[in-house]
Nanobody, 122 residues
Framework: QVQLIESGGGLVQAGASLRLSCTSSGRPLSTDDVGWFRQAPGKDREFVAAIHYGGAYTNIGNSVKGRFTISRDNAKNTVYLQMNSLIPEDTAVYYC???????????????WGRGTQVTVSS
């Protein structure tokens, strides 16, 4: 069974940066479109960013545009989410997922990791 694993979360102060990583076990990610989503307590899951399997196309959510970027290194079997200028509103569990294209719709993604916690203090 293919598994997705997120890492890189933590507790940081506002203005700091974090880089999250998404890796897979069972098979490479090189042929998969991957999205990042987040869910804060009491809120619905929110689209963050997504990337085409080849890295040529990216899709960034409006709430993080200009601060977050998504990239991938297929040789390292990893998709990254670079988060800069973090604010407390970014506090959430961040999930990566595999979908049929870099969609912003979470319902179109079939395989999800268990998430990594990002907490931003003021």
């Amino acid at each position: 069974q293919v598994q997705l694993i997120e890492s890189g979360g933590g507790l940081v102060q506002a203005g700091a940066s974090l880089r999250l990583s998404c890796t897979s076990s069972g098979r490479p990610l090189s042929t998969d479109d991957v999205g990042w989503f987040r869910q804060a307590p009491g809120k619905d899951r929110e689209f963050v960013a997504a990337i085409h399997y080849g890295g040529a196309y990216t899709n960034i959510g409006n709430s993080v545009k200009g601060r977050f970027t998504i990239s991938r290194d297929n040789a390292k079997n990893t998709v990254y989410l670079q988060m800069n200028s973090l604010i407390p509103e970014d506090t959430a569990v961040y999930y990566c997922a595999i979908g049929p294209w870099p969609s912003g719709d979470s319902s179109q993604y079939a395989l999800w990791g268990r998430g990594t916690q990002v907490t931003v203090s003021s």
